[in-house]
């Protein structure tokens, strides 16, 4: 393990902490799809450490793995080597029902789009992960977290009478509620218009500053991006590169760099 | 999760109405069924016990002796005994208004508590006096005060002797008819026991129907009952049963009602069917259900919900919709035979009629409803569990829900066609139905369990007719197999329902030319009038001539004895027959020669000796194949022989040489149209009935039965395709619903609305049509080998397919196919392009 953590140390960011404090880190990742002429190489050797309480972005075109990386630290997908921990727990090794209890307990998600249960109230879809889990809601933090988001008159809307904005607003919500080790945000803002998009983002941004919650999200947007405290760049299933606390700028170079 | 299953189920209402009919109808049709039998015996009790229903208890006599005055008089001592009422009962006959008719007589009771009469008008009869029903009061135009004459009621009593010699009664009262069935049918009398007394005698005696009693204040049944039974062995009366009136009511019912139980387990048979094809309903529309909402189960098991809690949300939205839809069923099937009930009460014959909701009907339904519901949704909630969390963050089109057990359950269903293809075939070869029945129930399953092998190639090749229908005809047969397992499904349903129907069609029909056939090997002709006219006449030219002016008889010829013969040691007739008459015989393939004598089969003779007037010759024996073929010998021996003269009336051969009318009718006349005809015949002939017998006629009486079955059975089993005809409007909604987009690409590529309805349409029909044509095929199949296996013992059985009801069911799986599709295409059609492709 201390190898381990010297490793990614050397390999990641020069502020980053051991892997079994990290919010989500992975070692010698390895994962392919399919097999002869279509096989492809989602991910190769990936070794990365995403710091607690820190709002992480992952970016590179498409196709580059980012996706795929996101799911294995998830646990919504398997990769074929490798080891993957949450909040220091690793999570290669768990069956299919320790994963489950680990994700309503330890992970938040907020997808691009299909977030919300279609026929719950938007109370009802922040409190689902803790329903599930048979557990109780803490109603100062849920009315801190509703009230923060501004979704306090919105509580018994369903989902259709909602806004995107709002309806992604809930989604974050339901992540916060269970205070988990780490969120993870798949293109949240790709179905906004940017005004919206801005304000989904600076919540996150609040979240991550104010809670002290860790957040990593896959975008293509640089300006989705320039939120993060840091930029984490993959191309070809590979880590290539890391920004802090990057500006619009400084991310369209560093893509355009590797799109040449 | 309790409370996603609630959203669903409240949210998505409309998506489960066609789940909810389904268990409704089913769960209707079996209540339905349990409740004939307990409503059957509730009216029989109501009218079994409407002779004593205020008697305390109510002694019924036994085998050994008759109960009479004697045993009243041991009862009235008996202790608790406050009154007694010798129930006795007479048939008389009386004389109203001129006339004299039949009618039956009881002694009213004694006292007040043990009457059972509901008086209309006027005071409870005295002496010379007696009450008449209502019914027969107002056909006789009988008030208060009306005199009647009485008289025993056996014999033939003409009204002049009845009213000289009758005894006077006035009408004292009008009474509401008893319902009691020794009662009903006939004009009830109510008088006094000594009215009963003076009219009895040899001919019409008094019979004593029951002792009823009517127990002092406050003594106790059981106690009572002892004591009256003691009592009665005292007086020497070992057998008569002692009952309370409910006791009574309960025991004479079951003596009546062996018959209802083998209808239940008929009708029983027939809810099992419904409830089959309701659950594979159920079971594709839940799949289709959990299909549509892949992406949302994929998002609660990404935020933690496992697989257990996936699994028990599907099974508590088939538990909120089994328990709603059964609780419907039940209250529909009550609501319904309350609804027959009434319709009988309103007639007088069936007045007595009774509703009875046996708790155990209520139960059954309920937890057939709810089990068959759950149970359905069983495979489908699997299913849900194998979404992949993934799954929520792919593009929609990528989904989808595999099937792992196919292999297992082609494999399983190959085993039970082959299995039972054997076993059929075998009982087929042996007519044996026993043997037949698992054989072709084990293969239909088989087949059901397959149906995936080869309903789907089938709707492509029929799809490929649809193709000159331009764009909407392509994609209507390529959408219809878009998602094989669910086409499967939802013809699958309409299958059973259709084999069933088409099975009982060609069972029918294929039974129906078997019995031609063999009825008209067992009769000479068409028809044949025999014996003696009513007033003693004979048969004559002159009846030949009017039985040609009636329509429908298209030839006819009497038939004389041409000769005399000695048969089985008995003098009889032997007709002879003109060339011409030839042509009324059924079989035109039997000849007569010069020297031949045609014989019912079992003679055991080779040749038989015809005497005549002039001479006598020795014929060849001919036997035919039936048993009521008279001997029948060609008109050329009779003048050889000389034609004799008519029997004596006092003769041995008198009854079997008298003349007979032989007939053949047309052969489009109808069973109804025949009958008619035969009575019509009858009485312009002045013979009876049952003197006219004959090939058409036992064909007609025979076709009467089989229709009126085939008649029932087809409507048992128009609920069950009614069901699955649901089944396919919903199933074709739903992915409506699931096109959406796609559809409304189509219309901004240009497709018109009238041909996005004829696409959705067209997918309706060939689904439906399929599954008809392959039902059809099968049920002309199980048809032909069931009538194979339930009659090949007894005759050739050649199979015969009814084409014209084949069509018709063939016309209404696609007509109903084309409605199913209205709802879902309008739907699809009403969506603007821009608003489908928006909606995500």
Redesign the interface.
Known sequence: MTTSTEQSLASGASNGSGKSTAAAATQALNKTYGTGDTRVHALKNVDVAFQSGKFTAIMGPSGSGKSTLMHCLAGLDTADSGKIWIGGTEITALNDNQLTKLRRERVGFVFQAFNLVSTLTAEQNITLPIALAGGTVDKEWFRYVTSTLGLADRLTHRPHELSGGQQQRVAVARALLTRPDVIFGDEPTGNLDSKVGAEVLSLLRRSATEMGQSIIMVTHDPVAASYADRVVLMNDGALVGELERPGTEQILAALAKLGA | ?L??AL??V???ARRFIAVALAVVMAVGFLTATLMVNASTEASLGNSVGAGFRNADLVVSSGLDKPLDERAAEAVADADGVAEVYVQQQTHVAFGAAGEASYGALQNTAPSAGLDHLELIEGTLPGSAEVAVDDATAERLALTVGSQLEFAPGAGMAAAEDVAASGIPATVSAIVKASKDPLMMGQPQFFGTSGLIAALAGEQAPVQVRSIQLDLAAGTDTATAKDAVAAALAAAGFAEPTVNTAAEQTKEVVASFTGGTDQLTIVLLAFALVAVLVSALVVANTFSVLIAQRT??LA?????????G?IRRSVLVEALLVGVVASVIGVLGAVGLMAGIIAVLQGRPDTEFAALAVPPLAVAVGLVTGVVMTVLAALAPARAATAV???A??RPAEDVRVGNRKGKVRLGFGIALVVGGAVVLGLGALNANLLIALPGGAMSFIGLLLCATLFVPPLVTAIGALARPLGVPGKLAAVNAVRNPGRTSATATALLIGVTLVVMMMTGAQTARTAFESELSAQYPVDISIGNLAEDGGQLDEAAVQTALTYDGVAAAGLITTGGYATLNGQRTGVYQLTPAQRELLQDHSLTLDADTVLLAEGSGLDTLTVTGSSGSKELRVVEVSSFSFPPLMSSAVAEEIGVPAPAAADSEEYYSSLPQLWLSVDRDLDATALMELRSELAAGLNVQDYQTSGAAIERAAFNQIIDVLLLVVTGLLAVAVLIALVGVANTLSLSVLERTQESSLLRALGLTRNQLRGMLALEAVLIAGVAALIGSGLGILYGWLGAQSALGTFTAVVPDVPWLQLGAVLAVAVVAGLLASVMPARRAARLSPVEGLAT?
Do not use: F, N, W, Y
């Open positions: 999760m409370q996603v959203a669903q409240k949210q998505h992406r949302e998002l609660l098991r990404c935020i933690g919900a496992d697989r809690q992949a969390p993934l929520a963050l995500v």
